[in-house]
């Protein structure tokens, strides 16, 4: 167990809608990364957030938005939701965001867009 | 080119078996890297750091050359349950802990 918990484990959308996920960070981390996974491959990056602050994004539409709270807990938002969002979504978090330091992975949510 | 890249199998070997996993990697992610293993749907976790110098971790041998951008992991005699997804995961220099991960490698391990 990583002491990292996200919520809901699986969800089920339809095109157009809005979806927020949730993630908990473990005890005493200020970072949390959030990656998409499509079927087959491996996870991309989406965005991390640094103490409230997003700290690096990678190639995903504005669409794909964040938030983290002072707790360090975080939520992953998509609007306007296509079929290609289907995916399951990690959240990682981490002591800090220095390139050392280790991530610990959720069990992650299975968004699927019908 | 994709950042990391890796053949995506899937190998189906018996018990017993050594089995090498082979990946390349671009400039864009060439600060560290390491192996995850991912079971079905499930998230990744990390299975070893890959060294220049080389590194054993029990029946697991990771290499990295810098030369070539090309790193390996090498399973000895393989159990039923190293049956997994082998992710290769490189990281950008820049100064955050951001994670490049390839599209993973199947490996089946049979009786």
């Known amino acids: 167990e990583t002491g990292v918990t996200q919520s809901p484990t699986h969800l089920i959308k339809t095109r157009g809608q809005q979806v927020t996920l949730r993630c908990s960070s473990q005890?005493?981390?200020?970072?949390v990364s959030w990656y998409q996974q499509a079927l087959g491959q491996g996870p991309q990056f989406i965005f991390q957030?640094?103490?409230?602050?997003?700290?690096g994004r990678g190639n995903f539409p504005p669409r794909f938005s964040g938030l983290q709270f002072p707790n360090y807990s975080s939520e992953l938002n998509v609007n306007a939701l296509e079929l290609d969002d289907s995916a399951l979504y990690l959240c990682?978090?981490?002591?800090?965001?220095?390139?050392?330091?280790?991530?610990?992975f959720g069990s992650g949510t299975q968004l699927s867009v019908l | 080119r994709k950042e990391v890249e890796q053949d995506p199998g899937p190998f189906n070997v018996p018990e017993g078996a050594t089995v090498a996993f082979n990946c390349t990697y671009s400039?864009?992610?060439?600060?560290?890297f390491f192996w995850y293993r991912q079971d079905c749907r499930k998230e990744p976790k990390l299975l070893m750091s890959?060294?220049?110098s080389g590194n054993e971790d029990g029946r697991f041998t990771a290499q990295l050359n810098r030369a070539s951008q090309y790193i390996s992991l090498l399973i000895r005699d393989s159990k039923l349950s190293d049956s997994a997804t082998y992710l290769c995961?490189?990281?950008?220099?820049?100064?955050?802990?951001?994670?490049?991960f390839g599209a993973g490698t199947r490996l089946a391990v049979h009786p």
């Open positions: 990682a978090s981490s002591l800090g965001r220095g390139e050392n330091e280790k991530l610990f």
């Open positions: 005890s005493g981390h200020n970072t």
């Open positions: 957030y640094y103490r409230e602050e997003e700290n």
């Open positions: 400039n864009s992610a060439s600060q560290s």
């Open positions: 890959v060294y220049s």
């Open positions: 995961v490189g990281t950008p220099s820049g100064g955050y802990n951001k994670l490049i």
